[in-house]
T-cell receptor, first 113, second 112 residues
Framework: KAGVTQTPRYLIKTRGQQVTLSCSPI?????VSWYQQTPGQGLQFLFEYFSETQRNKGNFPGRFSGRQFSNSRSEMNVSTLELGDSALYLC????????????FGPGTRLTVT | GEDVEQSLFLSVREGDSSVINCTYTDSSSTYLYWYKQEPGAGLQLLTYIFSNMDMKQDQRLTVLLNKKDKHLSLRIADTQTGDSAIYFCAESKPGGYQKVTFGIGTKLQVIP
Protein backbone atom coordinates (compact mmCIF):
# COMPACT_ATOMS: atom_id res chain seq x y z
CA LYS A 1 0.00 0.00 0.00
CA ALA A 2 1.42 3.39 -0.96
CA GLY A 3 2.10 5.82 1.86
CA VAL A 4 1.09 9.43 2.24
CA THR A 5 2.49 11.56 -0.55
CA GLN A 6 3.05 15.30 -0.51
CA THR A 7 3.86 17.61 -3.36
CA PRO A 8 5.95 19.51 -3.92
CA ARG A 9 8.73 18.41 -1.58
CA TYR A 10 10.51 21.75 -1.68
CA LEU A 11 9.25 25.22 -2.44
CA ILE A 12 10.73 28.71 -2.38
CA LYS A 13 8.37 31.68 -2.36
CA THR A 14 8.62 35.40 -1.81
CA ARG A 15 6.90 37.37 0.93
CA GLY A 16 3.40 38.38 -0.06
CA GLN A 17 2.89 35.49 -2.46
CA GLN A 18 0.54 32.63 -1.87
CA VAL A 19 1.21 28.90 -1.97
CA THR A 20 -0.75 25.68 -2.32
CA LEU A 21 0.51 22.38 -0.96
CA SER A 22 -0.98 19.01 -1.82
CA CYS A 23 -1.41 15.80 0.13
CA SER A 24 -2.63 12.41 -1.05
CA PRO A 25 -3.59 10.12 1.84
CA ILE A 26 -3.19 6.38 2.07
CA UNK A 27 -5.83 4.64 0.03
CA UNK A 28 -8.97 4.18 2.12
CA UNK A 29 -8.06 6.88 4.62
CA UNK A 30 -10.67 9.61 4.89
CA UNK A 31 -9.06 11.94 7.40
CA VAL A 32 -6.23 14.31 6.54
CA SER A 33 -4.48 16.52 9.08
CA TRP A 34 -1.91 19.24 8.50
CA TYR A 35 0.91 20.27 10.81
CA GLN A 36 3.54 22.98 10.70
CA GLN A 37 6.99 22.10 12.00
CA THR A 38 9.52 24.82 12.86
CA PRO A 39 12.66 24.71 15.02
CA GLY A 40 11.24 27.27 17.42
CA GLN A 41 7.64 26.12 17.80
CA GLY A 42 7.99 22.43 17.08
CA LEU A 43 5.01 20.65 15.58
CA GLN A 44 1.77 22.56 15.60
CA PHE A 45 -1.61 21.35 14.44
CA LEU A 46 -3.17 23.38 11.64
CA PHE A 47 -6.43 21.63 10.75
CA GLU A 48 -8.05 18.33 9.98
CA TYR A 49 -10.48 17.34 7.26
CA PHE A 50 -12.77 14.38 7.14
CA SER A 51 -15.15 13.67 4.27
CA GLU A 52 -14.52 17.12 2.78
CA THR A 53 -15.39 18.90 6.05
CA GLN A 54 -13.03 20.69 8.40
CA ARG A 55 -13.47 18.88 11.69
CA ASN A 56 -10.71 20.35 13.86
CA LYS A 57 -8.74 23.57 13.67
CA GLY A 58 -5.60 24.84 15.39
CA ASN A 59 -4.64 28.37 16.35
CA PHE A 60 -3.42 29.76 13.07
CA PRO A 61 -4.48 32.96 11.30
CA GLY A 62 -7.02 32.94 8.51
CA ARG A 63 -4.23 33.14 5.94
CA PHE A 64 -3.94 29.38 6.42
CA SER A 65 -6.76 27.46 4.81
CA GLY A 66 -7.40 24.05 3.42
CA ARG A 67 -9.83 21.84 1.66
CA GLN A 68 -10.44 18.20 0.96
CA PHE A 69 -11.74 16.66 -2.21
CA SER A 70 -14.13 13.77 -2.66
CA ASN A 71 -11.20 11.39 -3.23
CA SER A 72 -9.80 12.45 0.18
CA ARG A 73 -6.87 14.33 -1.32
CA SER A 74 -6.27 17.57 0.49
CA GLU A 75 -4.72 20.91 -0.28
CA MET A 76 -3.45 23.56 2.05
CA ASN A 77 -3.17 27.19 1.05
CA VAL A 78 -1.23 29.99 2.67
CA SER A 79 -1.90 33.49 1.40
CA THR A 80 0.20 36.63 1.86
CA LEU A 81 3.26 34.68 2.89
CA GLU A 82 5.42 35.94 5.73
CA LEU A 83 9.02 35.04 6.56
CA GLY A 84 7.76 33.20 9.63
CA ASP A 85 5.79 30.81 7.46
CA SER A 86 9.03 29.11 6.47
CA ALA A 87 8.61 25.60 7.82
CA LEU A 88 8.18 21.94 7.09
CA TYR A 89 4.51 21.28 6.44
CA LEU A 90 3.48 17.76 7.27
CA CYS A 91 0.34 15.99 6.25
CA UNK A 92 -1.00 12.93 8.06
CA UNK A 93 -3.79 10.58 7.15
CA UNK A 94 -5.90 8.20 9.16
CA UNK A 95 -8.96 6.09 8.59
CA UNK A 96 -11.03 8.76 10.28
CA UNK A 97 -13.96 8.55 12.67
CA UNK A 98 -12.44 7.26 15.91
CA UNK A 99 -9.10 6.31 14.41
CA UNK A 100 -6.16 7.48 16.47
CA UNK A 101 -3.36 6.15 14.27
CA UNK A 102 -1.95 8.78 11.94
CA UNK A 103 0.52 8.15 9.15
CA PHE A 104 2.69 11.04 8.06
CA GLY A 105 3.98 12.05 4.69
CA PRO A 106 7.56 13.26 4.12
CA GLY A 107 6.51 16.90 4.24
CA THR A 108 6.87 19.97 2.06
CA ARG A 109 9.76 22.26 2.94
CA LEU A 110 8.60 25.85 2.35
CA THR A 111 11.12 28.66 2.37
CA VAL A 112 9.85 32.24 2.26
CA THR A 113 12.38 34.90 1.25
CA GLY B 1 -4.04 23.78 28.93
CA GLU B 2 -2.29 21.55 26.46
CA ASP B 3 1.40 21.04 27.08
CA VAL B 4 3.75 18.15 26.43
CA GLU B 5 7.29 18.44 27.70
CA GLN B 6 10.35 16.37 27.05
CA SER B 7 14.10 16.79 27.34
CA LEU B 8 15.95 17.94 24.24
CA PHE B 9 18.84 15.53 24.04
CA LEU B 10 19.91 12.02 25.04
CA SER B 11 23.15 10.25 24.26
CA VAL B 12 23.64 6.49 24.75
CA ARG B 13 26.14 3.86 23.71
CA GLU B 14 25.20 1.23 21.17
CA GLY B 15 23.81 -1.83 22.90
CA ASP B 16 22.64 0.07 25.99
CA SER B 17 19.03 0.85 26.77
CA SER B 18 17.64 4.31 26.07
CA VAL B 19 14.91 5.88 28.15
CA ILE B 20 13.16 8.95 26.82
CA ASN B 21 10.84 10.74 29.22
CA CYS B 22 7.84 12.96 28.71
CA THR B 23 5.34 14.76 30.90
CA TYR B 24 1.94 16.08 29.89
CA THR B 25 -0.41 18.40 31.68
CA ASP B 26 -3.89 17.56 30.40
CA SER B 27 -5.48 14.81 32.48
CA SER B 28 -8.14 14.28 29.81
CA SER B 29 -5.52 12.99 27.38
CA THR B 30 -6.73 9.65 26.15
CA TYR B 31 -4.09 8.45 23.75
CA LEU B 32 -0.36 8.95 24.17
CA TYR B 33 2.05 8.34 21.35
CA TRP B 34 5.68 8.07 20.49
CA TYR B 35 6.79 9.15 17.03
CA LYS B 36 10.23 8.94 15.44
CA GLN B 37 11.58 11.40 12.90
CA GLU B 38 14.75 10.74 10.96
CA PRO B 39 16.56 13.57 9.14
CA GLY B 40 14.66 14.80 6.10
CA ALA B 41 11.73 12.51 6.75
CA GLY B 42 8.23 12.74 8.11
CA LEU B 43 7.09 11.24 11.38
CA GLN B 44 6.80 7.53 11.94
CA LEU B 45 4.33 6.27 14.54
CA LEU B 46 6.32 3.93 16.78
CA THR B 47 3.77 3.00 19.37
CA TYR B 48 0.87 4.34 21.37
CA ILE B 49 -0.82 3.61 24.66
CA PHE B 50 -4.32 4.17 25.95
CA SER B 51 -4.57 6.17 29.13
CA ASN B 52 -6.14 3.22 30.97
CA MET B 53 -2.99 1.15 30.44
CA ASP B 54 0.20 1.19 32.50
CA MET B 55 2.57 -0.49 30.11
CA LYS B 56 2.87 -1.63 26.54
CA GLN B 57 5.68 -3.68 25.04
CA ASP B 58 6.40 -4.04 21.35
CA GLN B 59 9.63 -5.85 20.49
CA ARG B 60 12.48 -3.58 21.67
CA LEU B 61 10.11 -0.81 22.72
CA THR B 62 8.50 -0.51 26.15
CA VAL B 63 6.13 2.31 27.00
CA LEU B 64 5.38 3.10 30.62
CA LEU B 65 2.57 5.40 31.68
CA ASN B 66 2.17 6.88 35.14
CA LYS B 67 -1.19 8.57 34.87
CA LYS B 68 -1.07 9.99 38.39
CA ASP B 69 2.14 11.88 37.63
CA LYS B 70 1.22 12.39 33.95
CA HIS B 71 4.54 10.86 32.99
CA LEU B 72 5.22 8.79 29.89
CA SER B 73 8.45 7.04 29.01
CA LEU B 74 9.82 5.13 26.05
CA ARG B 75 12.49 2.51 26.62
CA ILE B 76 14.45 1.21 23.67
CA ALA B 77 16.32 -1.98 24.49
CA ASP B 78 19.65 -2.80 22.80
CA THR B 79 19.84 0.63 21.15
CA GLN B 80 21.32 0.61 17.65
CA THR B 81 22.88 3.38 15.56
CA GLY B 82 19.78 3.21 13.35
CA ASP B 83 17.76 4.37 16.35
CA SER B 84 19.45 7.78 16.16
CA ALA B 85 16.60 10.19 15.46
CA ILE B 86 14.29 12.68 17.11
CA TYR B 87 11.57 11.12 19.25
CA PHE B 88 8.33 12.96 19.83
CA CYS B 89 5.92 12.35 22.65
CA ALA B 90 2.35 13.31 21.77
CA GLU B 91 -1.18 13.17 23.09
CA SER B 92 -4.73 13.43 21.85
CA LYS B 93 -8.12 13.64 23.49
CA PRO B 94 -11.57 12.16 22.90
CA GLY B 95 -13.31 13.82 20.01
CA GLY B 96 -10.03 15.14 18.65
CA TYR B 97 -8.04 12.06 17.87
CA GLN B 98 -6.52 13.64 14.82
CA LYS B 99 -5.64 16.87 16.66
CA VAL B 100 -2.43 15.67 18.20
CA THR B 101 -0.31 17.82 20.51
CA PHE B 102 3.40 17.12 20.25
CA GLY B 103 6.33 17.71 22.53
CA ILE B 104 9.38 19.51 21.22
CA GLY B 105 11.19 16.24 20.54
CA THR B 106 14.18 14.47 22.11
CA LYS B 107 17.20 13.97 19.90
CA LEU B 108 18.68 10.54 20.55
CA GLN B 109 22.33 10.12 19.66
CA VAL B 110 23.67 6.57 19.64
CA ILE B 111 27.43 6.32 19.99
CA PRO B 112 28.99 3.27 18.29
Amino acid sequence: KAGVTQTPRYLIKTRGQQVTLSCSPISGHRSVSWYQQTPGQGLQFLFEYFSETQRNKGNFPGRFSGRQFSNSRSEMNVSTLELGDSALYLCASSLGQQSYEQYFGPGTRLTVT
Amino acid sequence: GEDVEQSLFLSVREGDSSVINCTYTDSSSTYLYWYKQEPGAGLQLLTYIFSNMDMKQDQRLTVLLNKKDKHLSLRIADTQTGDSAIYFCAESKPGGYQKVTFGIGTKLQVIP
